[in-house]
């Protein structure tokens, strides 16, 4: 559930409740039974609810009729997360890559997805859905659209590949960072790479793919890349669209995992991360290979450096940077 509020509050959603509902048995057409619904509909009527998030995936058919009973507009996790992805593309790529992930979560719902650009266009009555001839133009149209941006992100994906061929010459071995949303990647990418990326306490704050060269001693270099944090249960529609990001990932030599070790469940988020690391189909080998790095050390006060095989630094404070060198040099010599 917190997870979820962190998502809610990264979208400036103001949270007018919250409900743990037990379902002991999945009703196929609207995911909970009558008579907590009907107990929903009293609250939303009540409260004057406008939205109802339902922190699990919801098929198009249970969205349908549950906004359809509840008369206000209805989404799932998937579209949360699809929503911030949405909010923070910046780059080309990046929008083209979200509105891929938009257009395939909406293509097979009956109802118009929440998404960014309703917003936009200023639109008050997020109820009901067009009718159905309309639905099967839009239809039409979203396949349409989705076979150009594939053919888009295609060019993007055969000029990466050009990209990395240029490094292989260069001998470079790469390192990608990965790990949960928020976890540090892009400040600990700054202080091995000396440069300024935006590290911000958002969800999400990376969506573009950077790569850099680290400077491990005077003769050894390496190319790092930073990308796309994780979460849970990533929407399969993101994993869709975002290939030519992970792509990046495929071609790393090896994967460092950031991880916040401040969290309470951060033990569950490494095998989060290994479990979407194998959603994409990484070389298992390389996630075996995995090196786990334990950051922001300072809010707990712990010493940097490694225990008991485990990296501890602090990529803000600029501790335990050294002897995490020392294990990526130790992986390329
Ligand atoms: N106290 C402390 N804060 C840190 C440390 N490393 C990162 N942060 C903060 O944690 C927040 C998230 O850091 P990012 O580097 O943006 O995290 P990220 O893993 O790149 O996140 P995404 O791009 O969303 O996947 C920022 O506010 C950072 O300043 C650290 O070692 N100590
Ligand atoms: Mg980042």
């Not at 922190?55 to 209805?74: A, D, G, M, Y």
């Not at 890349?225 to 529609?237: A, H, L, M, R, S």
Request: proline share 1%.
């Amino acid at each position: 559930m917190s997870e979820m509020v962190n998502l809610c509050i990264n979208l400036d959603i103001n949270i007018l409740g919250k409900r743990t509902i037990n379902i002991k048995k999945i009703n196929a057409s609207t995911l909970i039974g009558k008579g907590t619904l009907t107990d929903l509909l009293e609250e939303v009527n009540f409260k004057k609810l406008t939205l109802l998030i339902c922190n699990c995936s919801l098929t198009p058919n249970q969205q349908r009729n549950l906004e359809n009973f509840l008369k206000i507009k209805v989404v799932d996790r998937s579209g949360i997360i699809i929503e911030i992805f949405a909010k923070r593309a910046l780059s080309n790529e990046g929008k083209m890559q979200v509105q891929l992930a938009e257009l395939i979560y909406r293509k097979s719902r009956l109802v118009r997805a929440w998404t960014h650009l309703e917003r936009q266009r200023g639109g008050t009555s997020f109820v009901g859905g067009p009718g159905e001839l309309q639905i099967e133009l839009d239809r039409r149209l979203i396949q349409e659209k989705i076979d150009k941006i594939k053919k888009r992100l295609k060019n993007v994906s055969n000029r990466r590949k050009i990209q990395r061929k240029s490094r292989y010459k260069n001998n470079f071995k790469i390192f990608a960072l990965v790990g949960y949303t928020n976890a540090g990647k892009t400040k600990l990418f700054n202080t091995l790479t000396k440069k300024n990326q935006k590290s911000e306490d958002k969800l999400f704050a990376t969506l573009d793919t950077k790569i850099s060269r680290v400077y491990l001693n005077d003769k050894l270099t390496i190319g790092l890349i930073d990308t796309v944090g994780f979460i849970n249960n990533i929407p399969t529609q993101l994993i869709e669209s975002f290939k030519a990001t992970f792509e990046e990932i495929h071609n790393a030599d090896f994967i460092i995992n950031v991880v916040d070790i401040n969290e309470k469940n951060f033990k569950e988020k490494i095998e989060n991360t290994k479990i979407t690391l194998n959603e994409i189909s990484l070389d298992i080998k390389k996630v075996e290979n995995m090196i786990t790095v334990y950051n922001k050390i300072d809010i707990q006060n712990k010493k940097p450096g490694i225990k008991n095989n485990r990296n501890y630094v602090s990529a803000l404070m600029g501790t335990g940077i050294t002897e995490l060198k020392n294990i990526l040099i130790s992986k390329v010599i």
